[in-house]
């Protein structure tokens, strides 16, 4: 695996030091209680990826896509983004859609795809979305959904709306021609779009060294006129910051900003993958060093805001939100066959209704 | 009413969907300034200015992407491919993005993206300036797919299509541009989706045909009508969904069908259509039904008149259905 140099051009905004303080000249000076419900909304995130793991393991949801390294990544940026913002995720980023009050059972409902899920069983797991927070519905295709965050920002813009869209994606992302199209289209218009990297060193099996030749992410946005901006992933509090600036900066009509947050997918990259495949468990050891969850704690202990007790509590309250969610959601019937015909069009055309009709009077395809 | 081109009706149509909702943008290659390579978007960029009549960067993909960010946020996006060839680059964006928002969404983000594109042969354009794609869209569930072959319903369709709820590839028979015109009805004029039009009664033979190829079966009809031959040509407007009643019915009365279009035959949409008169006329057919289609070649330049069906091809499938 070939080590990227270091680029001066774009150095690594870091607010959390080695020894758990922040750095004060960029510590974005949140107030203790949103620091701990910050802390809260990771754990709630840790413990649902580690309880869906354990229903796919054991048959009761039929695939996942975790997210646990990325907190920092998801939640950091969730936390900046206000009423009136769109966002445009990829599968990884639901700490997001909690930021925002997504409610929990609307994620946990999605993974089982039965009537508790207002998407209706159309799509695999970790395929959500929630119109009431203009959370835009994941697509699978990889990067898709960068020139849409950029047409829904013209549009607030052609309005004179002060609201912005985020796009989020991975490092693999950064090579499609959608990345392309949309950090250029964000560029010559500039719309108020961010532009979220989320750096976790993967694409399924593929390191970033194979997605690119230049020295970081961030460089690339300098091609398209934007301000390019690398931060540590891992570290909460500097993704809060830089996100927080580069929306305010979008809101504010200065433009688009891409971000790369550096940071590392501790598990698979889905339950399907077997990443012993392609790297090795020293470097999976070194990232958990720098868990995001953990650092956050040491920095809130420093505070004087955290002990043994209260980790203990937010782990088991977040714990017990995500089981009440799987309960709930499993009391669900499974999706009504007919529904596999509705919104399709707006309307039920003629055709669509002859196989609606064809299946669920049992004589198969004949009319 | 007032006589217009199909070219004159569309642009007459967008300038007055432009004026009558400020929802409405147009996008694409050379639309603003030059005001489309067909001259079709001519005098949006003078009168609604730059910030909604947007000369594009060239990458269709990112257009179409684009413009379903920009239907989620409010907008009415009408999308120009420059000529529907250029439409595989936005493939993607239209059959993985466009054509599934509202289903996969669980009818939580419709995006009514309007896609227009110049479609089919006939204007010396050679490989990629003459294909007809619509097969690729009507195999996309989610897709309203429409082509108009007379000025009246060009304005029609498209302002349904502006004003509709869904996504719609709205292919111009480019060949038809300048050499048809026709009544244009003034003020509104909708012409609702999956309803198709009897461009001429008769009471021998069916035959089906869209876009530029309607005036060829026109032409296929009066050839045959000396013989004492009365061919009714069904021009069903939009494609999908596809007014299989007038079909149906029309069938059922002659007998006899022919499916005429430009596409090339295999798993063109008239095996689609065929495969529904079969299903539903079966015991009213006479005659098998009939394709006429371009050939499963590459669209040629040198050798375009050979490739396109023409009146004579296609009063030979009528004549063949009536003799067997
Ligand atoms: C266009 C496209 N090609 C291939 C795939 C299959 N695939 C799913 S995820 C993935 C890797 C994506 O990596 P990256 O963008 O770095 O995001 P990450 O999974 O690391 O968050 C691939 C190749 C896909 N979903 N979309």
């Not at chain 1, 580690?50 to 390294?69: C, D, T």
């Not at chain 1, 300098?222 to 305010?248: C, F, M, S, T, W």
């Not at chain 2, 594109?117 to 309203?144: C, N, R």
């Given at each position: 695996m070939k080590k990227k140099a270091e680029s001066k051009e774009y150095p690594m905004v870091t607010v959390l030091l080695p020894d758990g303080m922040a750095d004060p000249a960029n510590d974005p000076g949140l107030p203790d209680p949103e620091l701990l419900a910050v802390f809260g909304k990771m754990n709630l995130v840790r413990a649902m990826d580690e309880k869906a793991i354990a229903l796919q393991r054991s048959g009761r949801i039929g695939f996942y896509v975790p997210s646990s390294g990325q907190e920092a990544c998801s939640v950091g940026a969730g936390y900046c983004v206000r009423e009136g913002d769109w966002l445009f995720p990829a599968y990884r980023d639901h700490g997001m859609a909690l930021m925002r009050g997504c409610p929990l059972v609307t994620l946990v409902a999605q993974l089982y795809g039965n009537d508790a899920d207002p998407t209706r069983g159309?799509?695999?797991?970790?395929?959500w979305c929630d119109q009431r927070i203009r959370l835009v519905s994941v697509s699978s295709p990889v990067a898709t959904q960068l020139p849409h965050a950029v047409g829904a920002s013209y549009a607030a813009k052609l309005r004179g709306e002060p609201v912005a869209a985020i796009a989020t994606f991975g490092d693999g992302g950064t090579s499609t021609g959608e990345f392309h199209a949309g950090m250029n289209f964000a560029g010559v218009f500039r719309t108020p779009t961010i532009f979220l990297c989320e750096n976790n060193q993967y694409a399924i099996s593929v390191h970033v060294s194979r997605q690119t030749a230049a020295p970081t992410l961030a460089a690339k946005a300098a091609a398209y006129g934007i301000p390019g901006i690398r931060v540590d992933g891992n570290d909460v509090l500097a993704v809060l910051k830089v996100a927080r600036e580069a929306l305010e900066r979008a809101r504010s009509g200065e433009g688009p900003t891409m971000i790369e947050a550096v940071t590392y997918r501790m598990g698979p990259h889905s339950t399907s993958d077997d990443p012993s495949v392609y790297r090795t468990e020293d470097e999976v050891a070194q990232w958990r060093r720098k868990d995001p969850i953990r650092r956050f704690a040491e920095h809130l202990r420093k505070r004087g805001l955290l002990d043994d007790a209260a980790e203990e509590a937010a782990r088991s309250e977040a714990k017990e939100a995500v089981q009440r969610a799987v309960e709930e959601v499993e009391a669900a019937p499974p999706v009504p066959v007919e529904s596999l015909f509705e919104d399709v069009f707006a309307e039920m055309p003629w055709h669509l209704a002859e196989q609606r009709d064809a299946l669920l009077s049992g004589k198969g395809e004949t009319r | 009413m007032t006589q217009a081109t199909l070219l004159q009706a569309i642009r007459d149509t967008l300038h007055e969907e432009m004026a009558r909702d400020p929802r409405v943008v147009v996008m694409g290659e050379d639309v603003g300034r030059e005001g489309g390579v067909f001259r079709v978007t001519e005098g949006l960029h003078a009168k609604f200015g730059p910030d909604r009549v947007l000369d594009m960067p060239l990458n269709e993909g990112g257009i179409v992407g684009m413009a379903i960010g920009m239907a989620l946020n409010g907008l009415r996006p009408v999308v120009e491919i420059e000529f529907a060839d250029f439409i595989f680059p936005a493939f993607d964006q239209i059959v993985s993005e466009l054509a599934k928002l509202r289903y996969r969404s669980g009818g939580q983000f419709p995006a009514p993206v309007v896609i227009r594109a110049p479609s089919g042969g006939g204007i010396k354009g050679g490989h990629y300036h003459s294909q007809s794609p619509e097969a690729h869209f009507i195999h996309t569930a989610g897709l309203v797919v429409v082509s108009p072959s007379t000025p009246a319903d060009a304005k029609g369709l498209l302002a349904s299509a502006i004003r509709g709820p869904d996504p719609v590839l709205f292919f111009e028979p480019k060949a038809l541009y300048r050499t048809v015109k026709g009544e244009v009805p003034e003020g509104e004029h909708l012409v609702p989706f999956g309803k198709g039009r009897i461009a001429r009664p008769g009471e021998d033979v069916t035959l089906v045909a869209w876009g530029a190829m309607v005036p060829v079966a026109e032409k296929a009809a009066d050839a045959v009508a000396a013989e004492g031959v009365r061919v009714e040509v069904i021009d069903p407007r939009t494609l999908w969904p596809l007014d299989i009643a007038l079909i149906e019915d029309s069938v059922n009365r002659t007998g006899r069908a022919v499916v005429l279009h430009e596409a090339p035959r295999a798993c063109g949409f008239g095996a689609e259509v065929a495969a529904l008169v079969q299903e539903r006329c079966f015991l009213h057919l006479k005659a098998p039904i009939a394709r006429v289609t371009g050939y499963d070649t590459p669209f040629p330049y040198a050798l375009e008149k050979t490739y396109l069906p023409d009146p004579e091809k296609t009063a030979g499938a009528i004549r063949a259905a009536m003799n067997f």
């Amino acid at each position: 695996m070939k080590k990227k140099a270091e680029s001066k051009e774009y150095p690594m905004v870091t607010v959390l030091l080695p020894d758990g303080m922040a750095d004060p000249a960029n510590d974005p000076g949140l107030p203790d209680p949103e620091l701990l419900a910050v802390f809260g909304k990771m754990n709630l995130v840790r413990a649902m990826d580690e309880k869906a793991i354990a229903l796919q393991r054991s048959g009761r949801i039929g695939f996942y896509v975790p997210s646990s390294g990325q907190e920092a990544c998801s939640v950091g940026a969730g936390y900046c983004v206000r009423e009136g913002d769109w966002l445009f995720p990829a599968y990884r980023d639901h700490g997001m859609a909690l930021m925002r009050g997504c409610p929990l059972v609307t994620l946990v409902a999605q993974l089982y795809g039965n009537d508790a899920d207002p998407t209706r069983g159309r799509q695999m797991p970790n395929h959500w979305c929630d119109q009431r927070i203009r959370l835009v519905s994941v697509s699978s295709p990889v990067a898709t959904q960068l020139p849409h965050a950029v047409g829904a920002s013209y549009a607030a813009k052609l309005r004179g709306e002060p609201v912005a869209a985020i796009a989020t994606f991975g490092d693999g992302g950064t090579s499609t021609g959608e990345f392309h199209a949309g950090m250029n289209f964000a560029g010559v218009f500039r719309t108020p779009t961010i532009f979220l990297c989320e750096n976790n060193q993967y694409a399924i099996s593929v390191h970033v060294s194979r997605q690119t030749a230049a020295p970081t992410l961030a460089a690339k946005a300098a091609a398209y006129g934007i301000p390019g901006i690398r931060v540590d992933g891992n570290d909460v509090l500097a993704v809060l910051k830089v996100a927080r600036e580069a929306l305010e900066r979008a809101r504010s009509g200065e433009g688009p900003t891409m971000i790369e947050a550096v940071t590392y997918r501790m598990g698979p990259h889905s339950t399907s993958d077997d990443p012993s495949v392609y790297r090795t468990e020293d470097e999976v050891a070194q990232w958990r060093r720098k868990d995001p969850i953990r650092r956050f704690a040491e920095h809130l202990r420093k505070r004087g805001l955290l002990d043994d007790a209260a980790e203990e509590a937010a782990r088991s309250e977040a714990k017990e939100a995500v089981q009440r969610a799987v309960e709930e959601v499993e009391a669900a019937p499974p999706v009504p066959v007919e529904s596999l015909f509705e919104d399709v069009f707006a309307e039920m055309p003629w055709h669509l209704a002859e196989q609606r009709d064809a299946l669920l009077s049992g004589k198969g395809e004949t009319r | 009413m007032t006589q217009a081109t199909l070219l004159q009706a569309i642009r007459d149509t967008l300038h007055e969907e432009m004026a009558r909702d400020p929802r409405v943008v147009v996008m694409g290659e050379d639309v603003g300034r030059e005001g489309g390579v067909f001259r079709v978007t001519e005098g949006l960029h003078a009168k609604f200015g730059p910030d909604r009549v947007l000369d594009m960067p060239l990458n269709e993909g990112g257009i179409v992407g684009m413009a379903i960010g920009m239907a989620l946020n409010g907008l009415r996006p009408v999308v120009e491919i420059e000529f529907a060839d250029f439409i595989f680059p936005a493939f993607d964006q239209i059959v993985s993005e466009l054509a599934k928002l509202r289903y996969r969404s669980g009818g939580q983000f419709p995006a009514p993206v309007v896609i227009r594109a110049p479609s089919g042969g006939g204007i010396k354009g050679g490989h990629y300036h003459s294909q007809s794609p619509e097969a690729h869209f009507i195999h996309t569930a989610g897709l309203v797919v429409v082509s108009p072959s007379t000025p009246a319903d060009a304005k029609g369709l498209l302002a349904s299509a502006i004003r509709g709820p869904d996504p719609v590839l709205f292919f111009e028979p480019k060949a038809l541009y300048r050499t048809v015109k026709g009544e244009v009805p003034e003020g509104e004029h909708l012409v609702p989706f999956g309803k198709g039009r009897i461009a001429r009664p008769g009471e021998d033979v069916t035959l089906v045909a869209w876009g530029a190829m309607v005036p060829v079966a026109e032409k296929a009809a009066d050839a045959v009508a000396a013989e004492g031959v009365r061919v009714e040509v069904i021009d069903p407007r939009t494609l999908w969904p596809l007014d299989i009643a007038l079909i149906e019915d029309s069938v059922n009365r002659t007998g006899r069908a022919v499916v005429l279009h430009e596409a090339p035959r295999a798993c063109g949409f008239g095996a689609e259509v065929a495969a529904l008169v079969q299903e539903r006329c079966f015991l009213h057919l006479k005659a098998p039904i009939a394709r006429v289609t371009g050939y499963d070649t590459p669209f040629p330049y040198a050798l375009e008149k050979t490739y396109l069906p023409d009146p004579e091809k296609t009063a030979g499938a009528i004549r063949a259905a009536m003799n067997f």
